[in-house]
């Protein structure tokens, strides 16, 4: 009924945000609002001794100053249980308000550097960033753990470990071994729009106007902090200028908001500036990772090692699980991994693209192309020699997995043939060529979700869900979804989202909203589609009474006899006779357990041509080829642009990005859009992204397996040994910049 290709549609939402229409978290009017700026520690870790608010309170405008010295008590969530510490599967609300040390103004303790310890709440904005500055706050400071390097040996396993067979046996008698340490920097998610939000109380009441990935988290955390029930709050999210997994848990400021108002009695708006995302709202934290790789003479794997740290918070739970692609990439008799965090005075990190798979794999598929120049076979044919039939570590079959036809297809396209082996061996004039390769691959999760689908007698549908539109094109491949489904053209099909007064949805992250969502749309569209064939059956005056319901077909807004065009009639038609303004379905969609018998993962490769310049080492991304397979496409155009995103930011992962980090003082330097630099238009050649049909009848309902996240994973990778073909110069550490190939 649904094309593998859905139709290439525009965004319902474009014109929207395009004209400025989309009102955002902050543009959101209140009466009488005040605006709250907060004040962030200066130090890394220790106490703060005292807070002299006095000059602050003076200023002009200034209606309160709160922190820990007199905010009400804020409740914190209960613990997490451990067996719920996180292995694998979909991504949580996280943030760092696990633990009750990680509330706002809590106590006098401070774990971060950039840990808001205070609030000004003014009548206008420069009010509020004025009497903010004036803020004292002297500490007694404690030695601060701020590196990665130094703390290795306090790493904490958090369950990471896994194995199978004797690997570090199988590596020590390898004929050929590669074994290398990667290291990738932290990096910030810098969403175009800040994280802002609007609240305002009334009563025991909270309207909470915020820039989410997940609205019902937002609003489970609200109500326990401030002992209030859920029905109670309303949190409202329906557009997002980007989110990456920044957006994706509750942190402080969502908290010092809501009390800000709560305390005052006035509605306040909050943003945080460019400088302050970098502190309090998550970032990608740096990994150290070592993968040894042993082969046989032929390159045919013996053992796969990968094990390593990454920076973890005081006061959060976060895992980057960088050994994830490890345990389904690969076909070795011998496997051993692990990834443990080392808890710093440096906020909590959280997910962000593709997190986990994507660092991870810049270790692993560099390693790969190590081992493809030791064991002298081309990095194509190793991959395939040793692709993994079964998923090794659980030994399930796949759900569907299609990466041959990604290599041969963009091998093809990218003309790889072409390509001689030997570094340095391939010339454009003076410039230097490289190319090369990596694979990719991202779980195909999906979660919980309801939707309620309701046709009006005008014939037009409205499909309700809290799902979150971060402009991946949620909206649009939901109501094509339950258009097609129905049989209704798509324009009359509207998608509403980012409202708890909506039904439940997952976060939006882990690309499992067109799983989790669009398995409840397909759920509640197909039942709604039922009702009305047998309500027009049951009708003496339809022209379809007492037609068999297996012979009626949807198109057009009107059902109609399959081989009897001519008898039917429109749902308008039937809904006006029956005087029923409109007819709902509601449906629950959840994983079952014959999904679980597969495992589901979206794969791909990409193949990257650089050019370096021989003298200044600079470096040009001239052309990229990816194929992915990723089951049923729902729009050709939005998930061409999902995957060019995804790879517009893995160049930046490979190139440019970097949150820099003064580990004397725990701070991070580059904290703004001059310094923490990102792809534009002149870095990023044609993408040419190949969509690889795929027919997935395991994973869910509807087939698709979700690409948000799986376009960047491998693009650092594939231009790191593009580079090393180019230069002969290995560079392991992210981002290659021109010093570390001089
Ligand atoms: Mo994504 S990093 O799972 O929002």
Known sequence: M????????????????????????????????????VVNATIAA???????????????????????????????????????????????????????????????????????????????????????????????????????????????DKKSTFHKGDADAAFASAAVKVDQTYVTPYEHHNPMEAHSITVGWDGDEVTLHDSSQYVYAVRQTLAQAFGVPRENVRVLSPFVGGAFGSKGGTWPHVLVGALASRMTKRPVKLVLTRKQLFFTAGHRPMTEQRVALGADRDGKLVSIIHEGVSQGSEVGDYMERFTSPTKVMYASPNVRGANPVVALNVSTPTYMRAPGENPGMFALESALDELAYAANIDPVQLRVLNHADRDPMQDKPWSSRSIKECYTRAAERFGWSRRSPQPRSMRDGRLLIGYGMASSTYPAHRSPASVKASLKSDGTMVVQSASHEMGMGTATVMSQLAAETIGLPAERVRFEYGDTKLPQAPISAGSMTVASVGSAVYGAARDLRKKLI?????????????????????????????????????????????????????????????????????????????????????????????????GRVLNEKTALSQYRGGIVMGIGMALLEQTHFDERYGSYVSVNLGEYLMPVHADVPELDVILVEEDDPHVNPIGAKGIGEIGIVGVAPAIANAVHHATGKRVRDLPITIDKLL
């Not at 525009?10 to 209140?30: F, H, I, N, Q, S």
């Open 2 to 37: 649904i094309p593998k290709i859905g139709d290439p549609r525009d965004r319902v939402d474009g014109r929207l945000k395009v004209t400025g229409g989309a009102r955002y978290a902050a543009e959101v009017p209140m009466p009488k609002m005040a605006h709250a700026v």
């Open 534 to 630: 047998d309500i027009a059956i049951a009708d003496p005056r339809s022209p379809l009474h007492d037609a068999n319901p297996d012979d009626v077909v949807t198109s057009e807004g009107r059902m109609a006899l399959r081989d009897d065009a001519a008898r039917g009639e429109t749902y308008s038609a039937l809904l006006a006779r029956q005087y029923l303004p409109t007819i709902d379905a509601y449906f629950d969609a959840k994983p079952d357990e014959e999904e679980q018998k597969y495992a589901s993962h979206a794969f791909g490769a990409h193949f990257a041509e650089v050019s370096v310049d021989p003298d200044l080492m600079i470096v040009r991304v001239r052309r990229m080829v990816s194929a992915f397979a990723a």
């Open 46 to 156: 220790g106490t703060i001794k005292s807070i002299d608010a006095a000059a602050a309170k003076k200023a002009p405008g200034v209606i309160a100053v709160i922190s820990h010295l007199n905010a009400d008590k804020l409740h914190g969530p209960p613990k997490p249980n451990p067996q719920q510490a996180q292995q694998s599967g979909p991504p949580q609300n996280t943030g760092n308000l696990r633990e009750t040390k990680a509330l706002p103004f809590a106590d006098a303790t401070v774990h971060y550097l950039g840990q808001i310890i205070a609030v000004v709440v003014a009548d206008t904005l420069e009010q509020a960033t004025h009497a903010a500055s004036l803020v004292k706050v002297a500490y007694n400071e404690t030695k601060a753990k701020t590196s990665l390097t130094a703390h290795r040996g306090e790493a904490e």
